[in-house]
């Protein structure tokens, strides 16, 4: 089982709202990690969006607008990614990523749809 | 306005070195950590490793026996050497900075194939 997994796509119209989940391998606590995430668009590097622990340690990127935002869901045991007044220029990859015994990982990735 | 722009080999044949070098542009190396991270549609996005401004590394399990992380100060690089490569090594090769764990800069990205 994969240490982050994320639904493969999503699709939400423009104005509206997405949220983009992240979810924990059972037996690693979501209330432990920082979850940072990350957007791609083709033919770029990813770039960090932000990082969010609780809501008294978070992390905005420069230059991320507000709308970016990050919560948990401690019951799934997931970090989600808060997307509102969803534009077309949001149509992008996102993953979320976490550090896990020194490790890096990344989640597998949703890919977002705006139509 | 930091930059990182890296080069290297494109492509190389089973059991080659894999070499690549990442210069930082327009900052310091200090306080940071140096990373490499490759992309694949088969694997994802997957972390290979960093290296401290003081040259401490930490390398991922999977890759450890293979992989060698070194900085060059004076010349404000850092390089990746990946040993014994496979097919299974293609990839978009990224380097970039980790500031307190969040990867907020990011090199253009080198494509790495390899192929007999």
């Known amino acids: 089982q994969a240490v982050l997994t994320q639904p493969s796509s999503l699709s939400a119209s423009p104005g509206a709202s997405a949220s983009l989940t992240c979810t924990l391998r059972?037996?690693?606590?979501?209330?432990?990690?920082?979850i940072y995430w990350y957007q791609q668009k083709p033919g770029s590097p990813p770039q960090y969006l932000l990082r969010?622990?609780?809501?008294?340690?978070?992390?905005?990127g420069s230059g991320v607008p507000s709308r970016f935002s990050g919560s948990k869901d401690a019951s799934a045991n997931a970090g989600i990614l808060l997307i509102s007044g969803l534009q077309s220029e949001d149509e992008a990859d996102y993953y979320c990523?976490?550090?896990?015994?020194?490790?890096?990982?990344f989640g597998g990735g949703t890919k977002l749809t705006v139509l | 306005q930091v930059q990182l722009q890296q080069w290297g080999t494109g492509l190389l044949k089973p059991s080659e070195t894999l070499s690549l070098t990442c210069a930082v542009y327009?900052?310091?190396?200090?306080?940071?950590?140096w990373s490499w991270i490759r992309q694949s549609p088969g694997t994802g996005l997957e972390w290979i490793g960093e290296?401290?401004?003081?040259?401490?590394?930490n390398y991922n399990p999977s890759l450890r026996s293979r992989v060698t992380i070194s900085l060059d100060t004076p010349k404000k690089q850092f390089s990746l050497r990946l040993n014994s490569v496979t097919a299974a090594d293609t990839a978009v090769y990224y380097c970039?900075?980790?500031?307190?764990?969040?990867?907020?800069?990011w090199g253009q990205g080198t494509l790495v194939t390899v192929s007999s």
């Open positions: 969010y622990k609780s809501d008294s340690d978070k992390q905005q």
């Open positions: 970039a900075r980790d500031e307190d764990g969040q990867i907020d800069l």
């Open positions: 990523m976490i550090w896990h015994s020194r490790v890096s990982v």
């Open positions: 327009g900052g310091s190396l200090s306080a940071y950590q």
């Open positions: 290296i401290s401004h003081s040259g401490g590394t």
């Open positions: 059972s037996g690693i606590n979501v209330a432990t990690y920082g």
